[in-house]
């Protein structure tokens, strides 16, 4: 159910320089999951741009000792088509989640707890962008990172908040959900 960072070989050349960039993540108990869908399973549309467009809710377990925030990425490495890939399209970037917090409910995106703070996505804004595949099933990656600290950062890429945890990170956790558009064949 749970994959660490690091686990999965079939990731593209973008994904592979997220672990570069943050360098050796530790191991550690930090889990993460959802309670509207299973790892590996379709995210439910009402998460999507054919739906609601809501962030879902997770919940995660393990923090590790020392923790002092928490952040989070939800990315697509299947752009624009799973048969070939050219980008990984970010559509969640949330930083400075503080330590006692464990789970963001369902819509969190617009009610996020006091002191957190977004990044910009690949649809060049902060908050939540469901997932809206054109062609085929993409993999949506829902990382979690415990941090020994708080970053001080203005609305950063995902890019820039991956280099600001670099040597921070205590943990990690993924989990992966899909999503095939029920508007394209």
């Known amino acids: 159910m749970l994959v660490l960072l690091g686990g999965c070989g079939s990731r593209s050349k973008q994904a592979e320089s997220a672990a570069d960039r943050l360098g050796s993540v530790p191991e550690s108990s930090l889990a993460i999951k959802s309670l509207v869908f299973s790892p ?30 928490f952040a989070l990425i939800i990315d697509d490495p299947d752009a624009p088509d799973p048969a070939k890939p ?63 600290r708080k970053l001080d950062l203005e609305q950063p890429t995902r890019t820039q908040l991956e280099e600001a945890m670099a040597s921070h990170v205590l943990g990690a956790a993924e989990m992966i959900g899909t999503y095939k558009s029920q508007m394209v064949e």
């Open 86 to 148: 050219e980008r990984v399209w970010v559509h969640w970037v949330v930083f400075n989640i503080p330590a006692n917090v464990t789970e963001l409910g369902e819509g969190a995106a617009t009610s996020l707890p006091p002191g957190t703070r977004t990044g910009r996505t690949d649809m060049n804004k902060p908050g939540y962008g469901g997932p809206c595949p054109m062609v085929g099933r993409h993999r949506y990656f829902i990382k979690l990172y415990a941090l020994d």
């Open 40 to 69: 590996n399973n379709p995210i439910p549309a009402k998460y999507t741009c054919e739906g609601d467009d809501v962030s879902p809710p997770l919940q995660w377990s393990g923090v590790p000792e020392g923790t002092e925030s």
